[in-house]
């Protein structure tokens, strides 16, 4: 209860202006818990996943066990981002690779097991912008 409450005041705290992952996605908080890592050229499942974590791990702060869920339906159409949640409530399937789940709390990340999607993909920067 009391890392909900922390998590809902350092969301509500966070200024409005989108965040710059290491990788260059960028992500938006969405109030209430959610965030959206906004749309890009060639951005699949795991860049998204990978923008999420870095985005609870670095920008928010918050503790490396932290579960993230995917709350958009995968999977995403062109032009759309991707919306995550720090809660299981509208969780979605992960997109990513299927491990027998059912849509709900088992489909949720870590924030580091997100964050270490980032390995591969590109490039990461030392020091996110924000």
Known sequence: ?????????????A??????TRLGERVEARGEGQFEVLAS????????WCAAGDYVLHRL????ETRIWRLSAPPR?????VTFGLSA?????SGLFNF?????????????FAENLCFGLGPMRADPES
């Open 77 to 81: 159409a062109a032009g759309q981002g």
């Open 1 to 13: 209860m009391r890392l909900a409450l922390l998590t809902v005041l350092v969301l509500a705290a």
């Open 100 to 112: 027998g789940f059912k849509a709900g709390a088992e489909t949720g990340l870590t924030a580091a």
């Open 61 to 64: 702060g918050l503790p490396p």
């Open 15 to 20: 200024p409005a202006a989108a965040y710059t």
């Open 89 to 93: 409530a509208g969780a979605q399937g």
């Open 41 to 48: 050229a060639g951005q699949g499942a795991a860049a998204s």
